[in-house]
């Protein structure tokens, strides 16, 4: 990807799922940046506010973020204190391979866009329990036993398991003392469910009764984004998951809101860096 975009995709998931405990206690410069798998992090240190589609959550210790793919995040820290954390990177396939009926893995990101709220906050003792799960993975991931990687894969089906489960229980647990501009996250809504739709500045801006400068300058100031790239990678974002499902390229680009297809091949090649066939051959 090009360094000078507003944002990246990064991170990349090889494996059902990965991972990392991290300590960062110089400051590095992150960027908004989004992943085509979801992400799960355990909070344990530091002073950071972190940034989800236009809302800002200031993390406290223990709490667990859940991250959408496809949505565009970013952590603002300060650096006086260490910001520790575990992070995992889960497919898609993976989550679906263990689900069964009735019992969905993707439950726990399902409800935080559901509830609007991607930060779990939970009871002492449920976060206690769970967090033994998270140590005994990060031992067995950083040991050489007898079936190590079958027993890492049992122990973070747990771990889902559990954190469903508290949140199947006690949908409170989703955290929604979130900052943010109720009418930019009100955009990021309609743009979502909106994608095959007209997306003018002039459209939005009357849509939403805002000159199209104070709009699109509350926007950036938001989310990092120009609206014009957010709503450009949303739709590419959303064509490659129809593609991946086994839609033909040139009706999922119709379907999100492309008018032509060679604009969208151009456009998914410059973000993506390979083109929609080859996506529909993978698919």
Not at 18 to 25: A, E, I, T, V
């Amino acid at each position: 990807m090009e360094e000078n975009r507003e944002s990246v995709k990064s991170g990349y998931l090889t494996e059902k799922f990965r991972m990392f405990h991290l300590k960062d206690s110089r400051p590095e410069e992150y960027v908004y940046h989004y992943h085509d798998f979801h992400k799960l992090i355990w909070f344990i240190s530091g002073d950071v506010e972190y940034h989800i589609e236009g809302k800002s959550y200031q993390l406290e210790p223990h709490d667990i973020l859940l991250v959408n793919k496809g949505e565009i995040h970013k952590p603002f820290v300060n650096f006086d204190t260490t910001y520790e954390r575990y992070v995992f990177y889960i497919s898609d396939d993976f989550l679906d391979e263990h689900s069964e009926s009735g019992s969905n893995l993707s439950l726990c990101f399902e409800m935080a866009k559901k509830e609007q709220g991607n930060v779990i906050r939970l009871p002492a003792a449920q976060s206690r329990m769970l967090f033994e799960t998270v140590k005994l993975l990060e031992t067995t991931e950083n040991t050489n036993l007898y079936a190590g990687e079958m027993y890492s894969r049992i122990l973070f089906l747990k771990l889902m398991i559990e954190l469903n489960r508290s949140c199947i229980n006690n949908p409170e647990v989703f955290h929604k003392m979130a900052r943010y501009d109720k009418k930019v996250v009100e955009m990021i809504h309609y743009i979502n469910e909106n994608l095959s739709r007209d997306l003018t500045i002039e459209t939005l801006s009357n849509q939403f009764y805002l000159s199209k400068y104070h709009m699109m300058r509350k926007f950036k100031e938001e989310t990092g984004y120009s609206m014009h790239q957010y709503i450009l990678e949303k739709r590419i974002l959303a064509a490659r998951n129809l593609i991946l499902g086994g839609t033909p390229a040139t009706t999922a680009s119709v379907e999100c809101g492309f008018k032509d297809y060679s604009t969208f091949s151009r456009a998914y090649k410059k973000l993506l860096g390979q083109l929609p066939s080859d996506d529909y051959r993978i698919g």
